[in-house]
C-alpha cells in the first residue's frame, strides 16, 4: 500500500508544498503520495480520524497550535515554540514537531550566513517570535523592531526567552526608530509579499548598514529588499530556501533521509522558478 503524506491548512490555494515533498521524495528513492487537506478551523476536528490515519502531514496556518490537542505528544521543537508543523505517525502514535526553526537556521547556514552579533529583527508574529528566540539562543544582540504600538508584542516575546534562561541582549525598537549597523537583517513581515511587490520594509539607508539580509518572503522570489540589498552588494536569502529545508527536516522525521546540499539547491532553484512562472 502507497504511504500518504499531506499539507493541512487554510486557504491552500497556491501552496508549494506538494511539489518540494513530491521531488524529496523521488531524491530519496522513496514511494509517498502527498495530498491536499484544505480544511477550515471549524472542521478540523472532526477530519482529525482521516488526518491521523497518514503517514505523516506538515502544518500551515491557522492549525499550527490548534492541532497540538489532536497530538500523543510533542518533540522539543515543538513544546519550545508552542507550534507543530509536521506530523509523524509513528507506529500508531502521533508526535509533533517544528520544522520551521531548522528550516530558518538552515537557510542561513546554506547562504554561508551567520546568525549572530547585531541581528535587526522586523516584526515577531509567527515567524518572528521563532527567529528571535533562534537569534537570542544564538547568542546574538538582538533588536526587535515593531510597528508603533505593538511593542507590548515584542515585550512577550522577550519574556518569554527569558524564561528559557537566555541572557542575550534584547532591545524593543519601532520600526521609525532603527539606526546605526547590523551585522544581520531579518525581515519577518509580510511587508513586499506579492501582491504588494513594490513595498518595503525599511528605508534603504538601513538596507545599506546591514551585512546581511535574509527575508521570509518567498513569493516574490526577489522582493523589494532582496533587489535592494543586492544592489548595495550585501549577501541575501530568501524565504524559499527556508521553506524547503523545513521540508528536507520532515523528510528527515519520517524517513530518516538524507540529502545532498546540491539536491536541495537545485530543488530550491527549480521551486523559485515555478514561483515566477506562476506569478508573472
Keep these: 500500500m502507497q504511504r500518504k503524506f499531506a499539507i493541512l491548512g487554510f486557504p491552500l490555494k497556491h501552496t508549494m508544498s ?3 515533498h513530491k521531488r524529496l521524495f523521488e531524491l530519496d528513492g522513496k514511494d509517498g503520495e502527498y495530498l491536499v487537506y484544505e480544511i477550515s478551523p471549524e472542521d478540523l476536528e472532526g477530519k482529525m480520524p482521516e488526518l491521523n490515519a497518514l503517514d505523516g502531514y506538515n502544518v500551515t496556518i491557522p492549525h499550527k497550535i490548534s492541532v497540538i490537542q ?3 505528544r510533542l518533540d522539543e521543537t515543538a513544546k519550545r515554540y508552542g507550534a507543530v508543523n509536521c506530523i509523524a505517525n509513528k507506529n500508531g502514535e502521533l508526535v509533533g514537531f517544528n520544522t520551521d526553526c531548522l528550516g530558518f537556521l538552515r537557510a542561513l547556514e546554506s547562504a554561508d550566513i551567520k546568525l549572530g552579533g547585531k541581528v535587526l529583527l522586523l516584526g515577531c508574529g509567527g515567524a518572528g517570535r521563532m527567529m528571535a528566540i533562534e537569534a537570542a539562543l544564538s547568542g546574538a544582540e538582538l533588536s526587535i523592531a515593531v510597528r508603533k504600538g505593538y511593542e507590548h508584542e515584542a515585550q512577550k516575546v522577550i519574556s518569554e526567552i ?4 537566555c541572557k542575550s541582549e534584547i532591545k524593543i525598537l519601532t520600526l ?3 539606526d546605526g549597523a547590523y551585522d544581520l537583517l531579518l525581515n519577518a513581515t509580510p511587508v513586499g509579499m506579492y501582491p504588494h511587490i513594490d513595498e518595503c520594509p525599511v ?3 538601513v538596507i545599506r548598514n546591514c551585512t546581511y539580509v535574509f527575508d521570509a518572503v518567498y513569493n516574490p522570489v526577489k522582493t523589494k529588499l532582496l533587489q535592494k540589498a543586492a544592489a548595495f552588494g550585501k549577501k541575501s536569502v530568501g524565504g524559499m530556501a527556508m521553506l524547503v529545508w523545513q521540508a528536507v527536516a520532515a523528510h528527515e522525521i519520517w524517513d530518516n533521509s538524507s540529502y545532498k546540499i546540491s539536491d536541495v539547491e537545485d530543488l ?4 523559485e522558478k515555478q514561483v515566477m512562472e506562476n506569478f508573472k
Excluded at 527569558?162 to 534562561?165: C, N, S
Excluded at 530550491?268 to 521551486?271: S, T
Aim: glycine letters at 10%; hydrophobic letters at 40%.
Design 268 to 271: 530550491i532553484l527549480k521551486m
Design 70 to 72: 489532536f497530538l500523543d
Design 18 to 20: 506538494p511539489p518540494i
Design 203 to 205: 528605508p534603504d539607508e
Design 176 to 178: 521609525g526608530e532603527i
Design 162 to 165: 527569558r524564561e528559557m534562561g
